[in-house]
């Protein structure tokens, strides 16, 4: 049995359900492609967070040809995973009534796909961050000019 999770957004409540692995792989290959140019963004900007440093790092996000229809796709993907529970507990398919249910609450539609992309791919994040952490160490450091 897939796990299931009930979050409430706005005035509406969602029962998401765990993708089985092959719709969360090519999920999380997706998401990959999509936020990529933005990581490599994040590259030579150093740490300091102003907003500056902020939209040069997502520049290359919202530039990103494909992410329109990568968002798309994960929308989908996710809306076939995702009941949305009536107030006497009815549960209605999402696709069946995505694009008038969203249609003007773009931000009810962010908030939702992100606990979706989370619920599903939580272990996927997890295990690119700990992926990126090792191949940092695994790369020598150059010696500073003056040390010896």
Excluded at 31 to 41: D, F, K, M, Q
Excluded at 74 to 86: H, P
Aim: proline share 5%.
């Amino acid at each position: 049995m897939l796990a299931t999770k009930q979050v409430t957004i706005g005035n509406h409540t969602y029962e998401l359900t765990r993708l089985l692995s092959t719709d969360g792989i090519d999920a999380a290959a997706k998401l990959g492609g999509a936020i990529a140019p933005a990581l490599e963004g994040l590259e030579g900007l150093g740490s300091k967070l102003g907003i500056e440093t902020v939209v040069k790092a997502i520049r290359p996000l919202f530039t990103n040809p494909t992410l329109g229809p990568t968002l798309k796709e994960l929308s989908a993907t996710f809306a076939k995973s995702t009941q949305l529970v009536g107030d006497k507990g009815k549960k209605v398919p999402l696709t069946e009534l995505f694009d008038v249910h969203f249609s003007d609450k773009y931000d009810d539609w962010m908030f939702w796909l992100g606990h979706s992309i989370w619920f599903s791919l939580e272990s996927f994040l997890r295990g690119a961050r700990v992926l990126g952490e090792l191949l940092a160490a695994m790369i020598p450091k150059s010696d500073s000019p003056g040390q010896s």
